[in-house]
């Protein structure tokens, strides 16, 4: 690379491009390169004289080692501080992360995560539909729903429908004013996990909705075109053409709404539902030691939502139209047909 | 008023528009527009963009409402049932059921981006007419040989050029066994060198007595296939005539400004 003649060869990689007259006679000079010039247009130029790759200098970023050693810093702080305080009390810690009533707290916290997500994106799908549906009633019903359950926070929510019996404490079905075929208490009729799969279902499906309307309305207007041409009703259309394309829009926020999820059961704990949380609280209820069961139920929902997180990062790449060059069932590419 | 069939003396026209119009907020797209087409005919219409073409082929299988006028497909009334003078609009379901006899190809090709080839020509016989799936197959592969892609069955739109393309979306609306066909500039959005393959296949149907509206801009292809050239400016139609009329002795001066620009 130091030596003379060789040297010049980047600079004429450089000016190449460029397309500069003045690059023939400044070739012309040294023995080796004075062929590119000549040769670049009717031969190929890598033929006719190797390329070598660029060495310069590099710009320096004296800023990044003074945050290095901040950062550094700052972390020697807090590991010193978790190793030294014996307040963190880490025996605690590991007795309790794989004691029983912690795992089935970790279990609670997945099942209701499935049930209130399964409500939330059923009924997401639904509202979503309704949203875009030709009949105003229709229209209107599913803008109120999601202007309520989003106007509200979610623990109201829930700590309302773990108080319905009070509101009413005798459920039935029947004809409005009529005779009554089931009925029963309120309480008996919703238990506490009804209640904290309601409260959360029925908030996500509002946040749903919005997402699988995005998705829906991502769908080229040409595709529903196309169905209705070859005599599809708007129903067949929705699940055979427009759904199965909205899913590449509606999968990665879904993700995301999956992990938040997670997190957002541990509201159930104020209806004394025993998921991760209240069931770390009841341990620490009787034995006082607050922090390290804390801790223990951070450390599960970090676990449990990088766990979801992987999946999402394989999800997102799946449905990401530049991301894979395959033309596969579900790695589809709208490119040609959608715009 | 009842459907215009003449007693039997001649077959009802497959298509038959009387002063058709259609309004988009303040812009009149078609201006009291009359059309006839009869069975087995080709009717290519030409014309400048905005000129109302497509708005009025969309018009044909009810993907446009009409504001005023009449229209009928094979001596149906398009998107309304007349009963006792009194018109109705006609349920999505029975607006489906006349669409399906009417087969579309787009511009765009617009192929369900998510189902290859095979399966793009056999969702509507399987899902709409109820044909049994493996008897669709065998026809959608029929269908593929013909229009020459017999070995693209498994492939995806994306994976297609663009002529390919819009010979599968012609595919598609055959297996439909449509009465008639509707063409929306098929070959506008391809590169030069794919547009013959597409007019290829255009020819041999009009060859085998398919009824066609065809919205073109291929000259060549409308003097040669088309029965009737109806040339529409401004919403309303200029001239109609066989394509020697039209094309080759243009009586409007609009007709004439508009070939001497595209000949």
């Known amino acids: 690379m130091a030596s003379g003649p060789p040297g010049a060869g980047p600079l004429d990689a450089a000016a190449g491009p460029l397309g500069t007259a003045a690059s023939g006679p400044l070739d012309a000079a040294p023995p080796g390169p004075s062929a590119t010039a000549d040769a670049a247009s009717d031969d190929d130029p890598a033929g006719a004289a190797p390329v070598e790759p660029i060495t310069a200098v590099p710009v320096r970023h004296p800023w990044r080692w003074v945050g290095v050693a901040v950062i550094g810093l700052l972390l020697a702080m807090a590991a010193n501080s978790l190793v030294t305080n014996p307040r963190f009390e880490w025996d605690v810690v590991w007795d309790y992360l794989f004691s029983e009533q912690v795992l089935r707290g970790v279990w609670a916290t997945v099942y209701l995560t499935v049930y209130a997500m399964a409500v939330g994106i059923v009924g997401g799908v639904l509202l979503a539909v309704l949203r875009l549906s030709p009949n105003p ?39 409005p004013f009529g005779p009554e075929f089931v009925s029963g208490r309120a309480n008996d009729l919703i238990p506490v996990l009804a209640a904290v799969v309601l409260g959360l279902g029925l908030n996500e499906a509002a946040y749903m909705a919005e997402i699988v309307r995005a998705g829906i309305n991502s769908v080229d207007p040409g595709q529903v075109e196309a169905a209705h041409a070859l005599g599809m009703g708007r129903l067949l259309t929705l699940r055979r053409i427009v759904l199965p394309q909205a899913m590449r829009v509606i999968i990665p926020p879904t993700g995301n ?45 970090l676990a449990l939502t990088s766990v979801l997180s992987v999946g999402q990062y394989y999800l997102e790449r799946h449905y990401d139209p530049g991301g894979r060059p395959s033309g596969g069932p579900s790695g589809f590419r709208l490119k040609g047909a959608a715009r | 008023m009842t459907e215009p069939t003449d007693n039997g003396t001649r077959p009802v026209p497959m298509v038959l528009a009387e002063s058709v119009h259609r309004t988009f907020g303040r812009h009149q797209a078609l201006r009291g527009v009359s059309l006839r087409v009869e069975p087995g005919q080709v009717c290519c219409l030409i014309g400048p ?12 299988n009810h993907l446009e409402k009409i504001d005023a006028g009449r229209l009928w497909v094979d001596g149906e009334l398009v ?15 029975d607006v489906a059921r006349r669409r399906a006899d009417i087969g579309m190809v787009f511009q765009r090709f617009n192929l369900f981006a998510h189902m290859t080839a095979l399966e793009n020509i056999i969702e509507a016989p399987v899902r ?11 026809r959608a592969r029929a269908l593929l040989e013909r229009v020459g892609l017999g070995d693209r069955a498994d492939s995806y739109p994306a994976r297609l050029s663009g002529g390919q393309q819009q010979r599968v979306a012609i595919a598609r609306a055959l297996a439909m066994r449509p009465k008639l066909m509707l063409f929306d500039e098929p070959t506008s959005a391809l590169d030069p060198e794919l547009v ?64 001497s620009k595209v000949l």
């Open chain 1, 137 to 175: 009633l229709l229209r209107g019903a599913s803008w109120v729903y999601t202007w309520f359950f989003r106007g509200t926070p979610v623990m109201i929510q829930i700590l309302f429908w773990g108080a319905i019996g009070s509101l009413y404490p005798r459920l039935s079905i029947g004809i």
């Open chain 1, 257 to 301: 709404e999956t992990i938040s999820m997670l997190k957002t059961t541990s509201l159930a704990s104020v209806i004394a539902f025993t998921e991760l949380l209240y069931a770390v609280q009841l341990i620490y209820a009787r034995n006082f030691r607050t922090i390290p069961l804390l801790i223990v139920a951070g450390i599960w929902y």
């Open chain 2, 49 to 60: 963009s905005g000129s109302g073409k497509t708005t009025l082929l969309r018009c044909v």
């Open chain 2, 79 to 93: 998107g309304y049932r007349e009963h006792k003078g009194k018109l109705y609009e006609l349920h999505e379901r």
């Open chain 2, 128 to 138: 709409v007419r109820r044909e049994r799936r493996a008897d669709a197959i065998e």
């Open chain 2, 196 to 259: 013959g393959e597409v007019l290829d296949i255009m020819r041999g149907l009009a060859a085998e007595g398919m009824t066609m509206i065809v919205v073109t801009h291929e000259m060549g292809f409308a003097r040669e296939v088309a029965d009737t050239v109806v040339f529409m400016d401004g919403g309303v139609v200029v001239e109609a005539g066989s394509p020697a009329e039209v094309l080759g002795n243009p009586r409007h001066e609009r007709t004439q400004a508009f070939l």
